[in-house]
């Protein structure tokens, strides 16, 4: 068990320690607003993937360990969805290639068009190919899933700046677009086994309805997850610049190290908590973790302002915003987190169609909250809609899962998470005095010391054991 732990690790932690290899080379090297523009790439790949797989890759998990034919179950699974992107791209060619690039990158260009439909293909084959290696329990392999494309796209960069290319939105898809294909290529010999034995089974029309009727309902609850997560890039795309959206992107990669062990505890987290259940284990025991899970958040957040005026230094002048953003960045991914600890009710009691109205709701905040605020305050909108919106989000989750299962406590949390929102965003609607911020983040600090010292005194304990 633990080997298999550590196998999902490695590709959230090494894809977050390749982050901190990437970010200063893009941001040294290449324009502002060109990483602005690559992250939109990023976020119409994984839109892709979302639409395009009509939920068959999550009926293929469900159905993988219940078929005796998984060869075949693949296929059922990969060709509806790959069917319905060639009829897009078909409909894209005709209406013009130029117009995707200039929707993407502001810049009409062929090339770029073509590159990022290739990318879109290759990401949605990529996926598929890598559910094979996870249901097969080659943890390492699946995690190879995360960490190559970072991996390869450093070695990319890292090569075109050695060799003196343009430093240009050209380059920067190129060299993601040969990272992926690379580990598509990778994924394809990998999972060979199963594709070439699927090639020549029978389309099974009947039990593709089966797996639709499972998938396409998840769309809708995706789409919605989805959006909550990008709206505030798509927003910043739309009605503000690509310097500001390369800025909130670079600030976003940043909080995106701090979170790696959220990923993890995600990971881990749900499959035990369903196991204390069928042992009839005391549920109050998912209240002491949920707080301690709060605890750290909340030092996390507080330490996050506390020492932020130091990342202006390791970075360009022009990303000094970075100081006051981060914080605000690093809410909603820890929130998500957070929000998995009080959710499990809904989970348990197998009402997720809470969870769905829950990602809708906070969807529609954050729209809202960005249509309001980006257009004035740019970056610092979006961070400050998305923050609010994953706030939301978490109310739901949680109140949604004590109507259906149980009630739990929650008044400290909701107060403690809209203590750091709010001094968060005041700080950033005042950063020319960001300074004189940093006596209150640390007063938070000993606040934090008062509030979770149960939290404080067990990790105490935890390391006093650790280090005997």
Same mark, same amino acid.
Request: charged share 10%.
């Given at each position: 068990?633990?080997?298999?732990?550590?196998?999902?690790?490695?590709?959230?932690?090494?894809?977050?320690?390749?982050?901190?290899?990437?970010?200063?080379?893009?941001?040294?090297?290449?324009?502002?607003?060109?990483?602005?523009?690559?992250?939109?790439?990023?976020?119409?790949?994984?839109?892709?993937?979302?639409?395009?797989?009509?939920?068959?890759?999550?009926?293929?998990?469900?159905?993988?360990h219940?078929?005796?034919?998984?060869p075949?179950?693949?296929?059922?699974? &990969?060709?509806?969805?790959?069917?319905?992107?060639?009829?897009?791209?078909f409909?894209?060619?005709?209406?013009?290639?130029?117009?995707?690039?200039?929707?993407?990158?502001?810049?009409?260009?062929?090339?770029?068009?073509?590159?990022?439909?290739?990318c #879109?293909?290759?990401?949605?084959?990529?996926?598929?190919?890598?559910?094979?290696?996870?249901?097969?329990?080659?943890?390492?392999?699946?995690?190879?899933?995360?960490?190559?494309?970072?991996?390869?796209?450093? #070695?990319?960069?890292?090569?075109?700046?050695?060799?003196?290319?343009?430093?240009? &939105?050209?380059?920067?898809?190129?060299a993601?677009a040969?990272s992926?294909?690379?580990?598509?290529?990778?994924f394809?010999?990998?999972?060979?086994?199963?594709?070439?034995?699927?090639?020549?089974?029978?389309?099974?029309?009947?039990?593709?309805?089966?797996?639709?009727? #499972?998938?396409?309902?998840?769309?809708?609850?995706?789409?919605?997850?989805?959006g909550?997560?990008?709206?505030?890039?798509?927003?910043?795309?739309?009605?503000?610049?690509?310097?500001?959206?390369?800025?909130?992107?670079?600030?976003?990669?940043?909080?995106?190290?701090?979170?790696?062990?959220?990923?993890?505890?995600?990971?881990?987290?749900?499959?035990?908590?369903y196991?204390?259940?069928?042992?009839?284990?005391?549920?109050?025991?998912v209240?002491?973790?949920?707080?301690?899970?709060?605890?750290?958040?909340?030092?996390?957040?507080?330490?996050?302002?506390?020492?932020?005026?130091?990342?202006?230094?390791?970075?360009p002048?022009?990303y000094?915003?970075?100081?006051?953003? &981060?914080?605000?960045?690093?809410?909603?991914?820890?929130?998500?987190?957070?929000?998995?600890t009080?959710?499990?009710g809904?989970?348990?009691?197998?009402? *997720?169609?809470?969870?769905?109205?829950?990602?809708?709701?906070?969807?529609?905040?954050n729209?809202?909250?960005?249509?309001?605020?980006?257009?004035?305050?740019?970056?610092?909108?979006?961070?400050?809609?998305?923050?609010?919106?994953?706030?939301?989000?978490?109310?739901?989750?949680?109140?949604?899962?004590?109507?259906?299962w149980?009630?739990?406590?929650?008044?400290?949390?909701?107060?403690?998470?809209?203590?750091?929102?709010?001094?968060?965003?005041?700080?950033?609607?005042?950063?020319?005095?960001?300074?004189?911020? &940093?006596?209150?983040?640390?007063?938070?600090?000993?606040?934090?010391?008062?509030?979770?010292?149960?939290?404080?005194?067990? *990790?105490?304990?935890?390391?006093?054991?650790?280090?005997?």
């Amino acid at each position: 068990m633990k080997n298999k732990i550590l196998g999902y690790a490695i590709g959230p932690i090494g894809s977050a320690l390749l982050g901190l290899i990437t970010l200063p080379l893009l941001t040294w090297y290449y324009p502002v607003e060109d990483i602005g523009r690559i992250s939109m790439l990023q976020v119409v790949a994984s839109f892709s993937v979302l639409l395009f797989c009509l939920g068959l890759d999550q009926a293929y998990t469900r159905e993988y360990h219940e078929t005796d034919n998984k060869p075949k179950l693949f296929k059922q699974s &990969i060709l509806p969805g790959a069917f319905f992107m060639l009829i897009s791209f078909f409909i894209i060619y005709s209406l013009g290639l130029e117009k995707l690039s200039i929707w993407l990158y502001g810049i009409p260009s062929s090339y770029l068009a073509i590159i990022s439909v290739l990318c #879109f293909v290759l990401t949605f084959f990529s996926r598929f190919l890598s559910l094979i290696l996870r249901m097969e329990d080659k943890a390492v392999a699946y995690s190879m899933s995360q960490l190559l494309p970072k991996l390869l796209f450093v #070695f990319f960069i890292v090569g075109s700046v050695w060799l003196g290319f343009s430093k240009n &939105i050209y380059n920067l898809v190129t060299a993601h677009a040969l990272s992926i294909t690379a580990v598509f290529l990778t994924f394809f010999w990998n999972t060979r086994k199963t594709w070439l034995v699927a090639i020549p089974i029978k389309f099974d029309s009947a039990q593709n309805k089966l797996l639709l009727s #499972f998938g396409l309902p998840l769309v809708m609850g995706g789409l919605a997850s989805w959006g909550l997560n990008v709206m505030d890039k798509l927003f910043l795309r739309g009605m503000s610049t690509f310097e500001e959206l390369g800025i909130y992107s670079v600030t976003f990669s940043i909080a995106a190290v701090a979170t790696i062990f959220s990923g993890i505890f995600n990971t881990i987290w749900s499959p035990m908590v369903y196991k204390w259940v069928s042992e009839g284990i005391d549920t109050k025991k998912v209240d002491e973790i949920s707080e301690h899970v709060l605890a750290a958040i909340f030092f996390v957040i507080v330490l996050s302002g506390l020492f932020s005026w130091i990342l202006p230094y390791l970075l360009p002048e022009k990303y000094a915003p970075i100081r006051y953003l &981060i914080t605000l960045c690093l809410i909603g991914p820890l929130l998500y987190t957070l929000s998995e600890t009080t959710a499990v009710g809904v989970a348990i009691s197998r009402k *997720t169609v809470y969870s769905m109205l829950a990602s809708i709701g906070a969807m529609l905040v954050n729209a809202v909250g960005n249509y309001l605020l980006v257009p004035k305050h740019g970056a610092l909108g979006a961070a400050i809609s998305t923050a609010i919106a994953f706030f939301v989000f978490y109310i739901l989750r949680t109140e949604f899962s004590c109507l259906v299962w149980r009630k739990m406590p929650r008044f400290k949390s909701y107060f403690n998470v809209l203590i750091v929102i709010v001094f968060s965003g005041f700080a950033g609607f005042n950063s020319e005095l960001y300074i004189y911020f &940093i006596p209150v983040w640390f007063c938070l600090l000993l606040y934090g010391f008062f509030v979770f010292r149960n939290s404080i005194n067990l *990790t105490i304990q935890g390391l006093k054991k650790y280090v005997a």
